[in-house]
DNA sequence: ACTTAATAGTTGCGTATATGCATATATATA
DNA sequence: TATATATATGCATATACGCAACTATTAAGT
């Protein structure tokens, strides 16, 4: 009885992860290369054990990779589409933004100079 | 006291939009061209309601498009970026889906033929 | 070599909040 | 009135977060 998961059902799992303002950040300071948890928390300004929970989740679903190396455990980005994906959804945010903002000054175009 | 939204909690919430496996098939169902809501439920294969929910929201963040011809409405994708990121996603997933079942081979290498 | 301490990271748990769905009801156009 | 679509409500589930406890690696002291 255990449901076969569709395409768009593993789809929706990925975006899931990408889903999530820290998540994004993390992947966004991944970007410019390895780093450790600890660098990553300095960054992010929130608690390790968070940091570590999104870290787990991101590497479980195969979007990050990570390697020990002495005390630290480095993480990386492990496939480079995942940095194009999110780049291309910052795009439609700001085109998004911009359709917004001319809503906006049409709506309000007296104040907004 | 009202929190300001940073560029990562925008960027999140366009993702958390595509993290549904029901309005993914929407964006694909809409990627051959524009419907109404009764062809998309059709296509579904969901309760009408579901599908309308899962439309207002789409539209509401600016991802859908919609008009009212008659007594239909009729929806469609408002940027095509999103279609690209879609298909970005579903690329980080196959990817994904080659290397786990390289690594299934290597684990049960003897069962898999 | 053995113990202790310190640092880095993870895991478990309780809770608050959000989300998806189903059912029922409402609105709009013809 | 009939058809197309939207909204409201209630519930079940999932998720993020904070805090506390745990594990693992390295270094220091004896």
Not at 32 to 55: A, F, M, W
Request: with cysteine; net charge positive; charged share 25%.
């Amino acid at each position: 009885m255990t449901r076969e998961k569709s395409i768009y059902d593993l789809q929706a799992e990925i975006c899931k992860v990408l889903a999530s303002p820290k998540r994004i950040e993390i992947i966004s300071a991944l970007k410019e290369g390895e780093k450790t948890v600890t660098e990553i928390v300095d960054i992010l300004g929130i608690p390790k054990p968070n940091v570590s929970q999104h870290l787990a989740v991101m590497r479980l679903k195969g979007i990050l990779k990570s390697r020990r190396e002495g005390v630290n455990i480095i993480y990386s980005i492990a496939n480079p589409k995942v940095i194009q994906a999110c780049s291309l959804m910052r795009e439609v945010l700001s085109d998004l933004l911009t359709d917004r903002s001319k809503m906006a000054s049409l709506l309000t175009r007296s104040k907004s100079l």
